[in-house]
């Protein structure tokens, strides 16, 4: 499949998980990608590895270094990535954390880093990228959401706000790019991967519970969408937020 060839992608939070599986299925459809990590050892490997994973598939692929919660970052991040390919085509927002506490018992330290990575990340990045997309002519921005900034969660008050401010973030930048920029979101429902590491086993068993599909998510149940929003098989979507969710949030 090389509905992408030709085309180069940023997929921010990529060494793990969800991300991953992006990095990996943008390749495969034919895009050049950055693999963004964290700053550390352990993320850098892990970045590596899944460089090493895209190219052994044939792909092209390199690690890219950024904390997307900090400007400056981002900005080296984004000068490094367009020294190295031009101007990215696609942009994916998928960096994220997730914690869980009751807002009476939230710390503001707790509220702060999750709207720092989950939400300014996604402005950060974008506010970086689109300039050089504009310049050379367009490109599509994937920003994953959550479904419960469609639905909210019990213990996930702030998560759930800074995905549904990622869902309005999609919108509102639609209606300011288009047609040269198209802007989207994939909201999955939750997902097998570390994220849900710090989740209480009571949560995650009410939630499986909860799904008309009767099943947590995996990863290859995210990838074809972002995949389709980000290649021309999309052309006509822009400001949409899809949901590979398992019918928790039907819309």
Excluded at 16 to 45: C, F, K, Q, T
Excluded at 93 to 117: F, H, K, P, Y
């Amino acid at each position: 499949m090389t509905r992408l060839a030709g085309t180069d992608a940023l997929v921010t939070g990529a060494s793990r998980g969800i991300g991953r599986g992006i990095a990996e299925g943008l390749a495969e459809a034919g895009a050049r990608v950055a693999v963004n990590h964290p700053p550390g050892a352990d993320e850098h490997a892990a970045a590596e590895t899944a460089v090493e994973a895209i190219r052994a598939e044939g792909g092209e692929a390199m690690a890219l270094e950024g904390d997307v919660s900090d400007a400056d970052s981002v900005t080296e991040m984004v000068e490094t990535f367009e020294s190295a390919y031009g101007p990215a085509d696609i942009l994916v927002n998928n960096a994220g954390i997730l914690t869980q506490s009751r807002l009476t018992e939230m710390s503001v330290e707790m509220w702060d880093e999750i709207m720092a990575v989950d939400l300014r990340g996604v402005f950060l990045a974008t506010r970086f990228v689109l300039p050089g997309m504009l310049e050379s002519g367009g490109g599509a921005v994937v920003n994953v959401a959550s479904q419960l900034g469609l639905v909210g969660g019990e213990e996930l008050v702030h998560y759930s706000a800074a995905k549904g401010g990622v869902i309005a973030f999609t919108r509102a930048l639609a209606r300011e790019v288009s047609p040269e920029v198209r802007v989207n979101a994939v909201a999955p429902g939750p997902v097998e991967t570390a994220l849900l590491d710090d989740i209480t086993e009571e949560w995650r068993q009410e939630k499986k519970a909860s799904l008309p599909m009767d099943r947590l998510g995996q990863v290859e149940d995210i990838v074809p969408t972002v995949v389709f929003l980000a290649s021309d098989d999309a052309a006509y979507y822009t400001g949409q937020t899809l949901s590979p969710d398992g019918g928790d949030a039907m819309h």
